[in-house]
């Protein structure tokens, strides 16, 4: 068994593969103020719930978006698991071709979304990651990277309206009934959720021609993904456990990398 952690600005997602298949998944937010033993019981304790014991695990790993959690999550998997975990990072085997001026600013969430994507699914496809940010991600069915977009994600656009308009309120984040509004909270749902249905169909319509890729497939993933597609009328895959199976993958092309592992319980 591997334990896979991704952890991106907003949450944090875990899972347990036994081979190829993910037997346990979990989420949590990501927070910068949990020590080392916070975060390793708190783990340990999924494991206890889902009684999957904690020595089957042979290898940890992790990407990660946030730097400031690494130190806890490092040494929490250390303490409570004895592992050293396996970081993503650039210059690993991944099997995706980025053509980019300076490949080290791709964020490694969607690295491993990209490995996913195309080993799973196959290219030429769009890879939309419904998160802190919405990104847009492209690759040829040669595997290799042609253009990724970065929008502002559902959350942070929510955050914007009523932070920053005083008479506005905070809303929960699903599709209105109809475009016709009566109340406030349903106009600003509506004004958020319907206008990034458009932002998705348009940007999936400009991707397909600029590339003169018209077939592209669409796989979508992320916790809000569902709220843009609800009549799964947009997407080709919805995945929400996609960059999980792309941790796995990422091991098994990088697994001599790991270093210093004890078995010591």
Known sequence: ???????????????????????????????????????????RS?????????????????????????????????????????????????????RMENPKE????????????????????????????????????????LTGITAPGLQVCAEALYQKAANLPKFEIVAPESIITKT????????????????????IECIREEVGLPELKVIATGGLAKIIDDQEEIFDVFDPVLALHGLRLIYEKNKNRRQGESKCF
């Not at 991106?8 to 949990?34: K, M, P, Y």
């Open 1 to 43: 068994m591997i334990l896979v952690i991704d952890v991106s600005n907003t949450n944090t997602v875990i899972g347990v593969f036994d081979g190829e298949v993910l037997v346990a998944n979990w989420r949590l937010s990501t927070l910068s103020s949990r020590t080392s033993d916070e975060t390793g019981i708190l783990i």
């Open 106 to 145: 791709m964020g490694t969430d969607r690295i491993v979304n990209l490995v996913s994507a195309y080993e799973r699914y196959g290219g030429p496809a769009i890879v939309i990651d419904y998160s802190t940010a919405t990104t847009f991600d492209v690759i040829s069915e040669n595997g290799v990277f």
């Open 184 to 203: 406030t909270i349903e106009s600003m749902q509506a004004g958020l959720v319907i206008s990034h249905i458009g932002e998705t169909i348009y940007m």
């Open 46 to 98: 999924f494991f206890h719930h889902a009684d999957i014991p904690v020595i089957e695990i042979e290898a940890v790993i992790i990407s990660s978006v946030v730097p400031n959690v690494m130190y806890s999550l490092t040494n929490g998997i250390r303490k409570y698991f004895r592992r050293e975990a396996l970081i993503v990072r650039s210059g690993m085997k991944t099997g995706i071709n980025l």
